[in-house]
C-alpha cells in the first residue's frame, strides 16, 4: 500500500521540460531521500507533488485520491506539507504569526502551538520577532514548525541544510528524527549525500530530470550513487 | 488667530474625507500592489447608488442606504476581482492597472447615460446644517465630525482586521509570498477577492458621506481618486493609519491654502503633497523595510 505514488511524471516551466517520466512511490512511515546534482528536477517534484508547479496527466495519487490537478492550497489539507527551499518566511509576519500560518487550511487537526514549542523551545521566547530577525537555523525551524503545524502525513523538505552550520544541520536532522517516530512519512531532497544515505530508508537519485538509481539506501554502492548523481560512466 | 485655528480645524474635517477616499485605495494597494485607477469612479458610483436607492425605497436618510449599498459594493468587489482582475495578475503589472483604467472609463460613461450629466447631491436633512459652538466663536457641523469619526473607525477597523484576524495574517502573508501562501492552503484567488470586497465597503461609505458634503456628477471620479492617492502617498503607501494622517495633512493644507486666496485651496494641497514626495520620498510613515 503506497501513501503517495507518481507514475510518468512530467513537468514544465513554460517550453522547459524540467521533469521527463518520473515514477516515485513511498509507503506510509517511510523515510525517502532524493539526491541529485544542482537543476536534477529534485525541487521541481517536490513542488509539482505540492501544486506549485502543474505537471501533465493525472499522475499523483496520494491516499488513494488522484491529486495531479489540484492547486497548492487544496493539497495542504489533503495531508502534504512542504519546508521549501529557502525557507520562504513570511517576511512581514512574526515568528508566531508564521507558525499560525501553516495551521490556515486544516485548523481542526492542527497541532496547538504549545505542542510546537515543546519541540522547538527557543522559537518561543521569540514568538513576536520578526521572523527575518532570526538566524538561519531558527528560521529553518520556523519553516519545519510551520508544515509540521499542519498535521501532515507526508512532510517533504527541501535542502533543509542549505547555508547551515554542521551543529545546527545535526540538530535539525534530530528533531525530525522524532517526527518520523511520530510516522510521517519524509521526503527529504539533501545535498549532502552521506547525510541522506545515513537518514533515509531509501533512496532516489535525480539525474536531468530523471531518475537514475533507487533502491534502499543501505544497499547502494557508492560507486553506483556517484554514477547516477554525475553521470558519468565509471567516474568513482 | 481664531481664524487660523478655524482653518485647521475646518482642514482636519475635510482631511476626514479624504482619508475616507484613501483607505480602499490604501488597503488594495497594501495587499495586492494594485493601484485602482477606477477608485474615485466606484465611489461616485455608490453616490448614486444611494441616490437612486433613496428614490425607489423612500429612505428618509441617506445613511438607511448603505444597509443595501454596503453589501451590494462588497459583492461587487469581490466579483470584479474575482473575475476580470485576478486572471490579469501576473508578470505585467500594468496589465491590471490597464484594466481598471477601462473600467473608470465605462463607469463614467455609463453614469452619464443612466443618471446625465447633471450635478446630484444627497440630501442629509438638518443633519447638514447642525453644528456644535465652541468656544471663541468657532463653530464644528455635526456632520463633518461624525465623518471624522467614521473615517477613524473604519481605518481602525482595517487595521485590526489585518494585525488581529486570520484573515489579515493571510492577507498579509499573501502579500509578503504569494505561492508560499499558497503552500499554506491559502486560496489567494479567494482572498484577494475578500480584500477588494472590503475595500468596496470602505467606497460605499465614502460615496454616501462625499454624496451628503457635496454635490457630484457622473465625472468628479478622478478629481476624487487624485486627493485619494495625495492621502495614500503622503501617508506612506501601505501604510493605514498613515493613511489617514495622510488625508488629514492634505485636507489642513487645502483649507490654510484657501485662507490667503481661495484660489490657491487646491495649489496648496498639491504643493504640500509635492514638498512631502520630496523631502521623505516613501511618505511619513512607510511600512517597515520588507
Redesign the interface.
Known amino acids: 500500500m503506497n501513501l503517495l505514488s507518481v507514475s510518468k511524471l512530467n513537468a514544465y516551466y513554460g517550453d522547459f521540460q524540467a521533469l521527463f517520466d518520473v515514477d516515485f512511490h513511498a509507503h506510509p512511515g517511510e523515510v525517502i531521500a532524493i539526491i541529485g546534482a544542482n537543476g536534477a528536477g529534485k525541487s521541481t517534484f517536490l513542488n509539482a507533488i505540492?501544486?506549485?508547479v502543474t505537471g501533465r496527466g493525472n499522475s499523483i495519487t496520494f491516499a488513494e485520491e488522484a491529486i495531479s490537478g489540484l492547486?497548492?492550497?487544496q493539497i495542504?489539507?489533503r495531508g502534504i506539507?512542504?519546508v521549501?527551499e529557502g525557507r520562504?518566511l513570511?517576511?512581514?509576519?512574526t515568528v508566531e504569526?508564521?507558525l499560525?500560518?501553516?495551521a490556515?487550511?486544516?485548523t481542526k487537526d492542527a497541532w496547538p502551538l504549545t505542542h510546537i514549542y515543546e519541540t522547538f523551545p527557543q522559537l518561543k521566547l521569540k514568538a513576536k520577532q520578526s521572523a527575518l530577525s532570526l538566524s538561519g537555523g531558527e528560521q529553518q525551524m520556523v519553516a519545519i514548525g510551520?508544515a509540521l503545524i499542519?498535521n501532515p502525513l507526508l512532510l517533504m523538505c527541501d535542502e533543509l541544510s542549505l547555508g547551515l552550520a554542521p551543529m545546527v544541520v545535526h540538530d535539525i536532522y534530530e528533531t525530525l528524527t522524532t517526527v518520523r517516530e511520530r510516522g510521517v512519512t519524509l521526503i527529504i531532497v539533501e545535498q549532502n549525500v552521506r547525510q541522506a544515505l545515513a537518514f533515509a530508508d531509501r533512496v532516489y537519485c535525480f539525474q536531468e530530470g530523471r531518475v537514475s538509481l533507487t533502491g534502499r539506501a543501505g544497499e547502494l554502492k557508492p560507486e553506483d550513487v556517484s554514477r547516477a548523481y554525475f553521470g558519468l560512466a565509471g567516474a568513482a | 488667530m481664531n481664524g487660523w485655528i478655524d482653518s485647521i480645524l475646518q482642514g482636519v474635517m475635510l482631511g476626514a474625507i479624504y482619508a475616507l477616499f484613501a483607505a480602499g485605495l490604501s488597503l488594495v494597494f497594501g495587499v495586492m500592489r494594485l493601484v485602482n485607477v477606477a477608485h474615485g469612479d466606484f465611489i461616485v458610483l455608490s453616490a448614486f447608488i444611494a441616490l437612486w436607492l433613496q428614490r425607489i425605497t423612500g429612505f428618509s436618510s441617506p445613511f438607511l442606504t448603505l444597509i443595501l449599498l454596503v453589501p451590494l459594493m462588497f459583492l461587487v468587489g469581490y466579483v470584479l476581482q474575482r473575475v476580470i482582475l485576478n486572471p490579469a495578475f501576473g508578470a505585467d503589472i500594468l496589465r491590471p492597472v490597464l484594466i481598471t483604467f477601462g473600467l473608470s472609463v465605462i463607469i463614467q460613461n455609463g453614469l452619464l447615460q443612466g443618471f446625465s450629466a447633471d450635478s446630484q447631491k444627497l440630501h442629509g436633512g438638518k443633519l447638514e446644517v447642525a453644528s456644535i459652538a465652541l468656544p471663541g466663536g468657532l463653530a464644528i457641523g455635526v456632520l463633518p465630525l461624525l465623518t471624522l469619526g467614521v473615517s477613524a473607525a473604519m481605518i481602525g477597523l482595517l487595521q485590526w482586521m489585518l494585525y488581529r484576524t486570520?484573515l489579515g495574517?493571510?492577507l498579509?502573508?499573501t502579500?509578503?509570498?504569494l505561492?508560499?501562501?499558497?503552500?499554506?492552503?491559502?486560496?489567494?484567488s479567494h482572498l484577494f477577492a475578500m480584500a477588494a470586497g472590503i475595500a468596496m465597503v470602505t467606497v460605499a461609505v465614502a460615496g454616501v458621506f462625499t454624496g451628503i458634503r457635496a454635490s457630484f456628477d457622473a465625472v468628479s471620479g478622478p478629481d476624487w481618486l487624485i486627493f485619494a492617492f495625495e492621502a495614500v502617498i503622503i501617508g506612506g503607501l501601505g501604510s493605514l493609519w498613515g493613511t489617514l494622517a495622510g488625508g488629514l495633512i492634505l485636507g489642513m493644507a487645502q483649507t490654510t491654502g484657501a485662507r490667503f486666496s481661495p484660489g490657491w485651496q487646491l495649489l496648496s494641497g498639491h504643493l504640500v503633497f509635492l514638498a512631502i514626495l520630496i523631502l521623505c520620498p516613501r511618505g511619513l510613515f512607510p511600512?517597515?523595510a520588507?
Open positions: 505540492a501544486g506549485n492547486r497548492s492550497w495542504v489539507s506539507a512542504l521549501p520562504r513570511f517576511s512581514s509576519l504569526e508564521n499560525l500560518m501553516g490556515y487550511a486544516n510551520r499542519s | 486570520k495574517r493571510a498579509r502573508a502579500s509578503a509570498d505561492s508560499t501562501a499558497g503552500l499554506m492552503g491559502v486560496n489567494t511600512r517597515r520588507e
